[in-house]
């Protein structure tokens, strides 16, 4: 089925990466002020996963991996999104043990990173990036939070590899936007 046009209003695809609150909290109000036509989450991504799902110049991909582990954030799904060029890698709550599966099975390089688990020490392994290679990370997370995210030895690290890093604790919500083939970040400041 294609993946667009829908009408305003509706999403084709709500990807839920893995249930923790912080992940899936707002599910029921995106139901009820949304047309959602799929939602796809650990118990049904076995009809979604390993194919390329693609509208004009947007297209993303669910990697084939185990959802058993007993860590919720090791059953996190793990997204490729394809936009004009641009290869991100969305890794929801993944830590070390989820990397490691995920490098066992593929071999990709990236442009943009989606950082495992708000930038946590459990994420972001050398080898992990290494392999993966990223030009710019971007990490999401709360301003103040209890867990202290990110920390600063992932934040080391990602320098050490020469990654931008962009940080929505610092610089607010972040926007990239795709027009005619040119790329524009935007924020909006906490």
């Not at 029921?28 to 991504?45: A, F, H, P, R």
């Not at 992990?128 to 999401?140: D, H, S």
């Not at 610089?171 to 524009?184: K, L, W």
Request: glycine share 4%; proline share 3%; hydrophobic share 35%.
């Amino acid at each position: 089925r294609p993946l667009c046009p829908l009408p305003l209003g509706s999403l084709f695809y709500l990807i839920v990466s893995h249930f923790h609150s912080d992940h899936y909290g707002e599910t029921q109000d995106m139901y009820q002020n949304l047309n959602i036509e799929n939602l796809i989450t650990k118990e049904n991504v076995d009809n979604f996963d390993s194919s390329l799902i693609s509208c004009g110049s947007l297209s993303f991909y669910i990697y084939d991996l185990s959802y058993k582990a007993e860590n919720e954030n090791n059953n996190s799904m793990v997204v490729s999104v394809f936009i004009e060029g641009k290869h991100y890698l969305f890794m929801g709550d993944s830590e070390f043990e989820r990397e490691t599966e995920f490098l066992d099975l593929y071999n990709i390089d990236v442009d943009y990173l989606k950082v495992g688990h708000h930038g946590s020490i459990t994420s972001s392994s050398q080898t992990f990036l290494k392999a993966i290679n990223p030009e710019q990370a971007f990490i999401m997370v709360h301003r103040d939070n209890r867990h202290r995210h990110p920390d600063t030895v992932v934040i080391e690290r990602l320098l050490a590899n020469d990654i931008v890093i962009y940080r929505t604790d610092t610089m607010g919500s972040i926007e990239v936007t795709y027009v005619f083939g040119n790329e524009t970040k935007k924020y909006y400041r906490p």
